[in-house]
């Protein structure tokens, strides 16, 4: 395993331990309310300090663009951080939600950690090493058809000017497969699609942090990653379409004519 990706697998288990523990606690928690539907508890600062902290022990030249506390300038290598993926999950006691780390070396992404605390699911990636869960190796699914495809995606709930756009995206895909889940973690959802549980993803307006280190994953699995222009531009836009080749293909073309110029 790569030095850097031992260390971020022992970044996300401390995360994630910290997270399993404050599970069990969730009702005495002070919660912040960021933006409109967008919050942040304790436990997402310390997991995130956590991992800062761990990483920066070991390579303490490298930058950070950590979701809860922002970018921290370094070298040519940034970790990518969501602490907690899936917080409105957590304080809810609905059991999806992960911990993220990305790794990226000038504009390429190098590794990838997601990990999951509740079932002690750790998935890995590394650029041009393939993609793991609990050291196996995944692949992305061979479906070839919407007909008996389980999608996953998310609702563009933070901000509601793309819901229009985004309805007609799933009307568009929601008879014609075996059905879409909604599951609260894009981490999670890249990861189950990494590892052939769900056939495509797609979603608008995700941050840095929620794809990182899950479309590596993906890519690594086989899987191929586009915005809403078939092109590299989702770290930018946060707009996602994934899915192993055919998938991908299928999905675009049914998302593509609903796509608004803001979104391209
Ligand atoms: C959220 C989750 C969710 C996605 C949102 C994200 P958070 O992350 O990934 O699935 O739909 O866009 O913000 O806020 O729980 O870290
Ligand atoms: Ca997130
Ligand atoms: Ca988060």
Do not use: C
């Amino acid at each position: 395993m790569h030095p850097m990706l031992n260390i971020a697998v022992r970044a996300a288990r401390n995360a994630g331990e910290i997270i399993r523990r404050s599970s069990e606690n969730v009702g005495q928690l002070t919660i912040n309310f960021k933006s409109a539907n967008d919050y942040a508890t304790e436990v997402d600062r310390m997991a995130e300090q956590e991992i800062i902290k761990v990483i920066s022990a070991s390579f303490p030249e490298h930058g950070f663009l950590a979701e809860e506390s922002g970018e921290q300038k370094g070298n040519d290598y940034t970790w990518i951080i969501d602490p907690l993926d899936g917080t409105t999950n957590f304080l809810h006691g609905f059991p999806v939600y992960a911990v993220s780390i990305a790794l990226k070396h000038k504009n390429k992404l190098e590794l990838g950690v997601i990990y999951d605390p509740l079932r002690d699911e750790l998935f890995t990636a590394e650029r041009g090493g393939g993609a793991t869960l609990n050291n196996r190796k995944i692949r992305v699914t061979q479906q070839n058809s919407l007909k008996g495809a389980l999608l996953g995606t998310g609702f563009p709930f933070k901000s509601k000017t793309n819901l229009e756009t985004y309805l007609k995206m799933f009307s568009s895909l929601v008879g014609d497969t075996a059905g879409i889940r909604r599951a609260g973690s894009a981490a999670l959802d890249l990861a189950y699609l990494a590892s052939g549980r769900l056939d495509g993803f797609w979603e608008i307006g995700l941050l840095p942090w929620d794809m990182a280190a899950g479309i590596l994953l993906v890519q690594e699995a086989g899987g191929v990653v586009t915005d809403f222009s078939f092109r590299d531009g989702y770290m930018q836009s946060g707009n996602v379409i994934a899915g192993s080749p055919k998938m991908h293909q299928l999905m675009y073309k049914a998302i593509e004519p609903h796509v608004t110029d803001n979104l391209k």
